[in-house]
Each structure stands twice: as structure tokens, then as C-alpha cells.
């Protein structure tokens, strides 16, 4: 059967570009290697992590947090194996939904791993070593990106693990080690520290979570420390030894110096990702890379080679479901002929530990290396209402505007629920709104959000409850 598109992945990038060409009438089918759809994100990423933060966050709370409500309950016990057993719930009921709207709009998805023959063509290879040929009119690379290793740390998911190996462990380690202080590395950490273990974490940057506006960084770290999670910032790993009860990890001063020894039950490396693109057959095929490895592609996901397009982590930009998702929604309307468009400037980014970090548009240390002048409005939960009726009094809210224009820039939240909250922010930015537009927003009274609408009026120094 020859196909209108083939997909290769099934990633929230791949899947959601099948259904949207699905939906315009092109006929479609999706390759997957897994035995699951859904890709990384919701196999063995975002989901099952998103399961056991809120799980470990709940078995938090009702040891240390209840009393404060008048709630006395007795110490929990931690039953790991029903909290995995929620986990692997959770992956099940998105894997097999994706699976169901595959079904209901007529996609076909193919078992085996795709490799790229030539514009038009997609060879197959099942488990069984059998392959066949797929005719198409156009193809879509979105095979998601995997583990970056560290060079002399062999990562076998038992003591030295990667993301994958920390969502599976069968009991909490005495002490986690975690390399990278980004954040995958602080949402794992997190789930162990509430669950038992002593977390460590070792950083070669002077500060965590790169990317992340530096004042929201910088408070978050002293929550975070307080919670029981210590840093070693500045700090390089150079070796590792597992042995059977544990791993000896070699650390040195990133700028070099004397060598010191920690030891850990668990290592988890958290270094970042990588685009997963080998067995594609991309050089081949004459296909392009950055020097970053990844797929170079025009303004419309276009790659060199005629008819071959490129969305998701295999291309440039941040690494994020939902920018994936965008690109999938655009790249498929674009082969449908119509006006397919991704707004890189206003893509959310979320931290999911306690409290939550979300942040969408420019950071003040972008505004000041672009030279762009800006207005700062910010507002503490700690003079929020819901804030203390809820005893979530953590973090602020920064609003960035431009200093001429008033178009909000950038908007930067630190608290419970940041993650829900920071929607708003991206609609308004979406419409190119100003400080102005959001301070005279009517917001419901108590709700955690009031505090975005003070940090607006904050702007123009006129918050109401500071």
C-alpha cells in the first residue's frame, strides 16, 4: 500500500502529527520499534515520572504535613511495589489511549524499526529480522532522543541508572547520587529524598537547573536544600566503581584540583539527552546534521532530501513534549498544504518538584545579553490568600515587560502549582499582551493565581497586598 505519510516514532511528536494528517485526509501510518506507542515521554518519561512525584508527594504529606490541618493520621508506611503498580496504571491507560485514537482515525501502526531507503520509500524491520519496503509520498522523522552517558560510568540500571533504571528501582536507596543538577536529575531526586534515601548532587556548573531564570534558580535551591537535598556545584565526575553494595564515584573541582571520593547505593546520571536518530540510515541518505547531531530542517520541518521532514527532539529547540507536539501539528498541515506554525518564543517550561518552577518567554540574564530594557513586577505567595490557606506559601511570581512597550516578555513562577498557572501567561504572550492587559484581568478571589495578576500590577509598582 503506498501512504500519503509515514511517521517513524510514536512519541508525542510522531503521534500527534499521524492524527492531525490523519484528521486533513492523508493517509497514514506510524513505525514503532517499541511494543508500546507513546515513545519515551509516556513509556518510561513525563508520565511515569509525573506518577510517582505526585505519589511520593502525597506519602509526604501525610507523614509531615497533615497535623498543621488538624488532620492526625498515623506514620504511612510506604508500599513501593502498589506505588509502581500506580505508575505502570498510569503508562498503561495513555499507551493504550494513543493506540485507540490511532484506531479511530485509521492509522495504521507498523511494528519494527524504520530506516530511510530514499524520498518516498521506509524499510521496515520486524523482530523476527523480516523487512519490507513502505512507498509513500512523504516521511516524518520523530524518534524522540535518549539518554546522554558519561564517559567512564558504565550505566547498567541497577546501581548506575539512567532515568529509565530510577523509575524502576525495587526499594529506595540509603543515598542517591545524582550527576546533573538539571531537571530530570532534581524530579528523580526528589521522588527518592521523599521516599527514604539521602540525596546527593553533584553539578559541574556553579548552579542548578541551567536555562532557568537565576533568581528563581537560586531560591529554589535553598527550598530544595531545606527539604534535605544536598549540592556539590562546580564538581566533575572522572570515575566510577560499582561494586556489590554500592558505587565509589571520583569527583574533582570542574576548574581541576584534588580528587575526592563519594559513595552512593545508587548512581543516577542526568547529564541531559541526545537525539536518538542511529539505524535511520540518515547519512546514507544524504540527510544533514548539526554539529549537535541533530537534523537540520528548514522554517517548515524540511530536511535536505525531498519529501523527508524532521520534528520533535531530533531537531533543533528545547526538548519538550509539547514543543514536539506544536512542530507535530504544524508539520502536518504543512504536508497538507496548509499554514502550519510553531511560536518558539512562547513554549512553557516546567520543573515538577516541590514547589513546582514554570517559566515561558525571555529570563532577565536573556534580556540583559540582548540588550532589551525591561520592567520587573514580583509577588511572594507568601502574601497570597489561598497561599496560606493551603500552607503553600513558597515562591513568587516575576512578570518581564518591555520597558517602551509594556508587551509582556517573559513570566517566571516558583510555587505550588506553577505548572497549571503558567497557561495564562502563555496565552496573553501568545497575543502579544502587556502587563497592563493581565494587571486588569479580573482573576477569582482566593485563588494562587491572584498572585500573577499582583505581580502585573507590580510592573507599574501598584500591586494591592505588598
Request: glycine content about 12%.
Amino acid at each position: 500500500m503506498a501512504y500519503d505519510l509515514v511517521v517513524i516514532g510514536s512519541g508525542p511528536a510522531g503521534y500527534v502529527c499521524a492524527i492531525r494528517a490523519a484528521q486533513l485526509g492523508l493517509a497514514t501510518a506510524v513505525v514503532e520499534k517499541w511494543a508500546t506507542f507513546g515513545g519515551t515521554c509516556l513509556n518510561i518519561g513525563c508520565i511515569p515520572s509525573k506518577a510517582l512525584l505526585h505519589a511520593s508527594e502525597l506519602f509526604e504529606e501525610t507523614g509531615h504535613g497533615l497535623s498543621a490541618f488538624g488532620i492526625e493520621v498515623p506514620a504511612p508506611k510506604l508500599n513501593l511495589k502498589g506505588m509502581m503498580a500506580h505508575k505502570d496504571a498510569t503508562v498503561k491507560a495513555n499507551v493504550d489511549g494513543v493506540a485507540f485514537l490511532f484506531k479511530k482515525n485509521k492509522i495504521e501502526g507498523i511494528r519494527g524499526t524504520g530506516r530511510i531507503l530514499a524520498p518516498g520509500k521506509v524499510e521496515v524491520t520486524g523482530e523476527d529480522g523480516s523487512t519490507k519496503v513502505l512507498e509513500t509520498k512523504s516521511i516524518v522523522i520523530a524518534t524522540g532522543s535518549d539518554v546522554t552517558p558519561l564517559a567512564g560510568l558504565a550505566i547498567d540500571e541497577k546501581r548506575i541508572v539512567s532515568s529509565t533504571g530510577a523509575l524502576q528501582l525495587s526499594s529506595p536507596p540509603k543515598k542517591l547520587l545524582v550527576i546533573g543538577a538539571g531537571i530530570i536529575g532534581l524530579e528523580l531526586g526528589s521522588v527518592w529524598r521523599r521516599l527514604g534515601a539521602e540525596v546527593e548532587v553533584i553539578e559541574y556548573l556553579d548552579r542548578i537547573l541551567p536555562g532557568i531564570d537565576a533568581e528563581v534558580a537560586k531560591q529554589f535551591q535553598r527550598l530544595i536544600e531545606r527539604q534535605g537535598v544536598k549540592f556539590h556545584l562546580s564538581r566533575k565526575v572522572v570515575k566510577a566503581e560499582a561494586g556489590k553494595s554500592g558505587v565509589t564515584l571520583i569527583v574533582e573541582p570542574a576548574a581541576g584540583g584534588e580528587a575526592t571520593t563519594m559513595t552512593g547505593d545508587v548512581v543516577l546520571v542526568a547529564i541531559g539527552r541526545r537525539p536518538m536518530t542511529e539505524g535511520l540510515g540518515l547519512q546514507e541518505a544524504g540527510i544533514k546534521l548539526d554539529e549537535r547531531g541533530r537534523i537540520e530542517i528548514d522554517g517548515d520541518f524540511r530536511t535536505n532530501l525531498p519529501g523527508v521532514y524532521a520534528i520533535g527532539d531530533v531537531v533543533r529547540g528545547p526538548m519538550l513534549a509539547h514543543k514536539g507536539e506544536d512542530e507535530g501539528m504544524a508539520c502536518a498541515e504543512i504536508i497538507a498544504g496548509k499554514a502550519g506554525h510553531v511560536n518558539y518564543a512562547v513554549i512553557p517550561n516546567v520543573v515538577y518538584t516541590y514547589p513546582e518552577i514554570a517559566s515561558v518567554g525571555k529570563t532577565e540574564e536573556e534580556l540583559k545579553t540582548q540588550g532589551i530594557a525591561y520592567k520587573v513586577g514580583k509577588f511572594p505567595f507568601t502574601a497570597n490568600g489561598r497561599a496560606r490557606a493551603n500552607r503553600t506559601t513558597e515562591g513568587f511570581v516575576k512578570v518581564l515587560a518591555d520597558a517602551a512597550t509594556d508587551e509582556v516578555l517573559g513570566v517566571h513562577i516558583l510555587g505550588a502549582g506553577a505548572s497549571e498557572m503558567i497557561a495564562e501567561a502563555a496565552v496573553l504572550m501568545e497575543f502579544k499582551g502587556s502587563s497592563e492587559d493581565l494587571a486588569r484581568t479580573c482573576h477569582a478571589h482566593p485563588t494562587m493565581t491572584e498572585a500573577v495578576k499582583e505581580a502585573a500590577l507590580a510592573v507599574e509598582k501598584r500591586a494591592i497586598h505588598i
